[in-house]
Structures are given as C-alpha cells and as structure tokens.
Nanobody, 115 residues
C-alpha cells in the first residue's frame, strides 16, 4: 500500500486546514489509520487515530480542535484541523497499521501556523 498526504499549507493562528491521505495499491479496509506530526527538532508524535469501526483517539493537545475521519470506499483518511495554533506547526504524516511491525507511512505534508 502507498499513502499520499495532501492539504498542508500556511495559515494564521485560529485558522483551519484539512489534510487528506489517499491509499493506493491496497485499501485501508478495517485497518487502523493515524495521523502523526513531527515538529522541527522534536520526536514524531501521534495526533489522532481511527479504527476500522470508526473509534477515534486524539492527543490531548488537539482534542476539541481536530477531527479524524475515514472513507473506506474511497480509501482515504482525513484530518480536519480547526483553531490552529503556532504549536501545531509540523510535518504531518499518515500511517496505516496492518499489524505488529507492519506499518506503512506516507510522505509528510507541512503545516505552518503563524501567530
């Protein structure tokens, strides 16, 4: 499976962006999908995840502002980001978890939030 993330860009604090991740060469099916981010000089961190059944999990720092969703028919997962803050600035990555030691990552998309 290959993942392609898109939707990053520059926005002012308080603004919104919607990231999308499209899977090819294989569907997302019932697998767990997730968004991670990595700020400059920091470790990559989990932002949000969604199971095949639609259960979601969010980092405390984004709860109430970000929403993860998936469309299995279109093999896409999205991340709606509202009320963006400068500390949300990072490269965002999508990931599909197919089992222990069987993760696939997409190339990142940069989100820059200015104050």
């Amino acid at each position: 499976v290959q993942l392609q993330a898109s939707g990053g860009g520059s926005v002012q604090a308080g603004g919104s962006l919607r990231l999308s991740c499209a899977a090819s060469r294989g569907g997302i099916g019932g697998y767990v999908m997730a968004w991670y981010r990595q700020a400059s000089g920091e470790q990559r961190e989990l932002v949000a995840s969604i199971t095949g059944g639609g259960s979601t999990n969010y980092a405390d720092s984004v709860k109430g502002r970000f929403t993860i969703s998936r469309d299995n028919a279109k093999n896409t997962v999205s991340l709606q980001m509202n009320s963006l803050k400068p500390e949300d600035t990072a490269v965002y990555y999508c990931k599909i978890h197919k089992g222990v030691g069987n993760d696939y990552w997409g190339k990142g998309t940069l989100v820059t939030v200015s104050s």
